[in-house]
């Protein structure tokens, strides 16, 4: 099924050899919530940690953007964003759920773009197939995710949400 599918390609992408060591960026999209997307995501950087010890951000795009706004003018403001820019491996969980304000596509903009150009590990969750994002955040950062990411895990609507149905209800 696809979830098996998922924990599939993420394994694969998170294998000696597979994406994160070729330095491609992971994306992994359904429309439907309760899926798996951030557990799966979750699990890619327990097993990253486990086999680099490296550094991670594990972020939600919404609370990312509540963050910056809020320490706007404030000394930690540039502290927050240089935690992100930086780190060795950044998740972004539920892209495209924000608002898209000039704000908020100016810091996107900055993050992604210092992240590509630093060759720096990045992974995504949305409820946006990777080629309906240009319509949430822009074109440019869909040429950005197009161009650096492996190749994107999809899954419908048709999976279900294991938050109402439960694993074992299914």
């Not at 979750?42 to 809020?70: C, G, H, N, T």
């Not at 780190?87 to 773009?113: M, P, Q, S």
């Not at 946006?128 to 950005?144: K, M, Y």
Request: proline share 5%; charged share 20%.
């Amino acid at each position: 099924d696809e979830v098996n599918a998922m924990v599939a390609a993420v394994q694969d992408y998170a294998s000696p050899g597979g994406g994160f060591d070729a330095g491609r960026w992971l994306y992994i999209a359904s429309p439907q919530n309760g899926v798996g997307k951030s557990h799966a995501a979750a699990a890619l950087v327990r097993e990253i940690v486990r086999r680099r010890f490296w550094p991670v951000q594990f972020v939600d795009a919404r609370k990312l953007l509540f963050d910056v706004r809020s320490a706007f003018n404030l000394p930690e403001s540039g502290s927050i964003m240089r935690n992100l820019l930086d780190c060795t491996f950044l998740v972004l969980d539920d892209i495209g759920k924000e608002r898209l304000t000039g704000f908020a596509l100016e810091n996107f903009t900055l993050l992604l773009a210092h992240r590509d150009g630093e060759g720096l590990r990045t992974a995504f969750t949305s409820n946006h197939p990777l080629t309906d994002i240009g319509a949430a955040l822009g074109t440019h950062i869909l040429s950005r995710l197009r161009g650096r990411c492996a190749s994107p895990i999809i899954l419908t609507d048709e999976t279900p949400d294991w938050r109402i149905f439960g694993p074992g209800l299914l």
